[in-house]
């Protein structure tokens, strides 16, 4: 298979902050550190954890400890293919070195979309918020709202996106550490007005499995799709002042905080509180728990701290979708016109990547009830393919890199290759088990039909540029 194009690559481009770059410079060290969390801390923690508890009941703790384990794989090896080419396209730009054009893009426009998905889903969660503070007003009104005002600072320039990210991070990650202090005290006892629950909430009520195996299905589910936007730490590195030490030292630091945030959170929760109360589901599992425990107006602080994580989230999917829309026009492989940089910023990217958020103002007009959970329905399986990518494009350019260039490699794998092989199997297995669930099954219909769309459009315009270049 021929991997030429007719169209530049970005690989073979300074990265964005370099004097030929069109993007600027803007993002620091703090930035990205705090980017790397805010992308990733949202809805999915924050909101669709619930229905994971809902449904894995204690062993929801198992559910997020395996995938947080096959993430911080994942992590490990973009960040080794990020720190020796770094790029505004991250793995799109990797997949197209390692497989060919037409890898880069199919995963390119999978992550764009799943980040278009995401920003809705951030905005409705964070309207669902405001209709309960202010009854009567509209979903779509707050909706309009957020899209507005994050659409329009991604339209500024980029040191504004990251000075915004790492304050809304900064107040989320410290809220979470809060709970987990207060969680932590309440388990052993020591919280005045707690008493310490011992074992009961995770060996009762049905046991650590209630629901069996395939409730443990549903809840990995639910933490796959709570770990994705993770990856926008790589794109944003491209537009730092030293992206190669940048990107290491981010995805160094990020991966353990993520796994003490995700997997102590829900250890907290469901050792607390019992897994099947409504609660959990309806006001949330961390307010949920705040509740429980007696914390005066504990539940309204926590609506404010989700708020703003999930209003964080919004901002960086935006973010990182303009920025992948653009990697994917300067290679040749999206629309020429969203390829137009003003004032250092894609800004028409930014446009073309807030135009499902706004598209959601509608949808949540007229289905303001069932739209949350269908959205999150659509991403599951798209996450695990573009993991996917990744993984294969680390085995292929590794070797590559050993034998041309092993000075690159600031950063490594572990135990290459056998975890690299470790994980691809992991999301083969899930992707299965996802295909054998029957409430699962249309996440894996749906990404089947996107995955083959965009791999036959992009396998179809790689061909077409090796025809002309070979005429």
Not at 68 to 85: C, D, P, Q, T, Y
Not at 94 to 104: E, K, L, Q
Not at 318 to 323: D, V
Request: aromatic residues 10%; glycine residues 12%.
């Amino acid at each position: 298979m021929s991997h030429t194009t007719a169209a530049p690559r970005e690989q073979d481009a300074p990265p964005a902050g370099d004097a030929g770059s069109p993007l600027g410079n803007g993002l620091k060290q703090r930035h990205l550190s705090m980017i790397a969390l805010g992308g990733v801390i949202g809805a999915g923690l924050f909101v669709g954890s619930g229905a994971g508890i809902a449904a894995a009941g204690p062993s929801i703790v198992l559910a997020y400890a395996a995938s947080g384990l096959l993430v911080m794989f994942v992590m490990r090896m973009l960040g080794e293919m990020s720190a020796a080419n770094p790029a505004s396209g991250s793995f799109s730009v990797h997949a197209d070195r390692a497989i060919g054009p037409w890898a880069g893009f199919t995963a390119g426009w999978m992550f764009w979309t799943l980040l278009c998905v995401g920003v809705a889903i951030e905005a409705i969660g964070a309207a669902h918020i405001m209709t309960g503070w202010f009854p009567g007003t509209p979903s779509w009104m707050w909706v309009l709202l957020f899209m507005a005002l994050f659409c329009g600072s991604n339209l500024a320039a980029v040191s504004n996106f990251g000075e915004f990210e790492f304050w809304f991070a900064a107040l989320k990650i410290g809220a979470i550490g809060l709970f987990l202090g207060l969680g932590v005290l309440a388990v052993m006892g020591v919280l005045p007005g707690a008493d310490s629950p011992g074992s009961a909430n995770l060996l009762h009520d049905g046991g650590f499995l209630p629901n069996g195996v395939d409730g443990l299905l549903v809840g990995l589910l639910a933490s796959v799709v709570a770990y994705g936007g993770l990856e926008t730490v790589t794109i944003a590195a491209a537009e730092s002042d030293n992206p190669v030490k940048g990107v290491a030292k981010a995805v160094k630091t990020t991966m353990w905080r993520i796994a003490i945030v995700y997997v102590g959170s829900m250890l907290v929760i469901v050792t607390l509180l019992p897994w099947n109360d409504p609660a959990v589901t309806a006001d949330g599992p961390y307010a949920a728990t705040l509740d429980h425990l007696g914390i005066p107006h504990a539940g309204q602080v926590m609506n404010v701290v989700i708020l703003i994580a999930l209003l964080s989230a919004m901002n960086a999917n935006i973010y990182g979708s303009s920025r992948m829309a653009y990697s994917l026009v300067a290679r040749g492989q999206g629309p020429k016109a969203l390829g137009k940089v003003t004032g250092r910023v894609p800004r028409r990217a930014v446009l073309a990547s807030c135009g499902f958020g706004f598209v959601t103002v509608l949808l949540s007009y007229w289905y303001p009830d069932t739209l949350f959970a269908w959205l999150l329905n659509m991403v599951g399986g798209v996450i695990l393919v573009v993991w996917g990518f990744i993984a294969v494009s680390q085995f292929v350019l590794r070797r590559r890199m050993e034998r041309e260039a092993p000075e690159k490699l600031a950063v490594k794998m572990w135990g290459f290759p056998y975890l690299t092989w470790v994980a691809i199997a992991g999301l083969a297995g899930v992707l299965v088990l996802m295909a054998m669930g029957e409430d699962t099954r249309v996440q894996v219909v749906f990404t089947g039909g996107l995955t083959l769309a965009l791999a036959a459009t992009g396998y179809a315009m790689q061909r077409r540029a090796a025809a002309r270049e070979a005429a």
